[in-house]
T-cell receptor, first 118, second 109 residues
C-alpha cells in the first residue's frame, strides 16, 4: 500500500488567513482525493485531484475557497482560503491504488492535518 | 435518507468477545466495500476491502457483503483492547467513496 505524508500535521490560524496543506505519496498514483472530517463526524469528500487537469469539486465546495494543485503523480496541495472558525476540521488526503490489474479501488489515507481557526 | 447508514454506538464489549459491526446502504450500484479503523489523531486505516458479495477473512477480521439485503458486516474475533477505535464502513460504485458515520468500539480488559 502507498505511504502518504501530510504537512503540516496541525496548525492554529487566524480568521481571514489561508493555509496550504501538502500531501506527498511514495509512489505514482493517478487519483488523489481531499476530504474534510469535522469534529465527531465522518469523512466528506471535498474534491478529486487528477494530474494534468482541473480538480473536480463536490457539491458545496468551490475552487475559490479550496484551490487544489496537482503538479505531478506524487504530490498535491489543498489551500483553505479566507478561513473562518467553521473551517476548523481535519483535512485528509487519500490515494486510490488501482493494483496490477487496474481494477482495485482501495483508498489509503494520509495522517491528516488538524486545523483550528480562531 | 442517507446513502450509507451506520450505528454510531458506542459499542462496548469485554476482551475476547466477537464483535459485529454493520452498515446498510440504499444504492444498489455499490460494488466496492471497505472497512476502516481510525485511531485518535490518525488517518483512517484500511482493514478490509471486498468486491461484490461474499465473505473475506484476514486474521481475526471477517468482512461479509450481502448485496441482496444491501447489508455489510465486519466481524472481529478474540477482540483486544487495542481494537478500541471508531470503525467506518465505506463503499462505492467505482466512483467516489461514501462513508458511514462510524461506530465507536470499546473493548474492555
Amino acid at each position: 500500500s502507498a505511504v502518504i505524508s501530510q504537512k503540516p500535521s496541525r496548525d492554529i490560524c487566524q480568521r481571514g488567513t489561508s493555509l496550504t496543506i501538502q500531501c506527498q505519496v511514495d509512489s505514482q498514483v493517478t487519483m488523489m482525493f481531499w476530504y474534510r472530517q469535522q469534529p465527531g463526524q465522518s469523512l466528506t469528500l471535498i474534491a478529486t485531484a487528477n494530474q494534468g487537469s482541473e480538480a473536480t469539486y463536490e457539491s458545496g465546495f468551490v475552487i475559490d475557497k479550496f484551490p487544489i494543485s496537482r503538479p505531478n503523480l506524487t504530490f498535491s496541495t489543498l489551500t483553505v482560503s479566507n478561513m473562518s472558525p467553521e473551517d476548523s476540521s481535519i483535512y485528509l488526503c487519500s490515494v486510490e491504488d488501482r493494483g496490477q490489474a487496474g481494477a482495485s479501488t482501495e483508498q489509503y489515507f494520509g495522517p491528516g492535518t488538524r486545523l483550528t481557526v480562531t | 435518507q442517507k446513502e450509507v447508514e451506520q450505528d454510531p454506538g458506542p459499542l462496548s464489549v469485554p476482551e475476547g468477545a466477537i464483535v459485529s459491526l454493520n452498515c446498510t446502504y440504499s444504492n444498489s450500484a455499490f460494488q466496492y466495500f471497505m472497512w476502516y479503523r481510525q485511531y485518535s489523531r490518525k488517518g483512517p486505516e484500511l482493514l478490509m476491502y471486498t468486491y461484490s458479495s461474499g465473505n473475506k477473512e484476514d486474521g481475526r477480521f471477517t468482512a461479509q457483503v450481502d448485496k441482496s439485503s444491501k447489508y455489510i458486516s465486519l466481524f472481529i474475533r478474540d477482540s483486544q483492547p487495542s481494537d478500541s477505535a471508531p470503525y467506518l464502513c465505506a463503499m462505492s460504485d467505482g466512483g467516489k467513496l461514501i462513508f458511514g458515520q462510524g461506530t465507536e468500539l470499546s473493548v474492555k480488559p
